[in-house]
């Protein structure tokens, strides 16, 4: 079975820094592609990056380039968001995503919380 | 970007009823749409890629069509447990971009 376990997540000030981890099982994770979509609270879906299988390629939002960065650790199945500089507007749940193919989301982690409040 | 618009917003329907949730992109997207269904503090769940395929598991009361920039998603006899927020995503280029959603509700 396909798991996807988001952790993280917190309070942070405007400002601030995170990462965001997604540790995978069930699936030769080494093998797929791997986003992060975020929902703000009572707002719809929002893609914001993606990585290629073995992370020599990224991917952006432009809402996100230049201050979150993804990666990935194949030899810990583990997907990885750092986020810098983070605003009020960066509130949202986080969700990893594992790709079948094409950019399709065929497995959703339960996702993790960010706040940005001082 | 492409613009993903879904209509109506919002739909409210009884068990049993045939429902259509209707996607336009704002330019053609051929068949790389896909429908994912997201219930209360749950992850969005995918129901139907490349346009027309279903996904493994997912009842067969579920059905979606179209290309270009016109697609739906039928349900065809509403269930109980189908009572919740229907998104449309395009695929076809990055970003990669939702519709704002159509919450269904029970009328």
């Known amino acids: 079975e396909v798991q996807l376990v988001e952790s993280g997540g917190g309070l942070v000030q405007p400002g601030g820094s995170l990462r965001l981890s997604c540790a995978a099982s069930g699936f030769t994770f080494s093998r797929y592609w791997m986003h992060w979509v975020r929902q703000a609270p009572g707002k719809g879906l929002v893609w914001v990056s993606r990585i290629n299988s073995d992370g020599s390629s990224t991917t952006y939002a432009d809402s996100v380039k230049g201050r979150f960065t993804i990666s990935r650790d194949n030899a810990k199945n583990t997907l990885y968001l750092q986020m810098n500089s983070l605003r009020a507007e960066d509130m949202a749940m986080y969700y990893c995503a594992r790709e079948s193919n094409n950019d399709i989301y065929s497995d959703w982690g339960q996702g993790t919380l960010v706040t940005v409040s001082s | 970007d492409i613009q993903m618009t879904q209509s109506p917003s919002s739909l409210s329907a009884s068990v049993g009823d045939r429902v259509t949730i209707t996607c336009r992109a704002s330019?053609?997207?051929?068949?790389?749409l896909n429908w994912y269904q997201q219930k209360p503090g749950k992850a969005p769940k995918l129901l139907i890629y490349a346009a027309s395929s279903l996904q493994s598991g997912v009842p067969s009361r579920f059905s979606g069509s179209g290309s270009g920039t016109d697609f739906t998603l039928t349900i065809s006899s509403l269930q109980p447990e189908d009572f919740a927020t229907y998104y449309c995503q395009q695929s076809y280029s990055i970003p990669i971009t939702f519709g704002q959603g159509t919450r269904l509700e029970i009328k």
């Open positions: 330019q053609s997207i051929s068949s790389y």
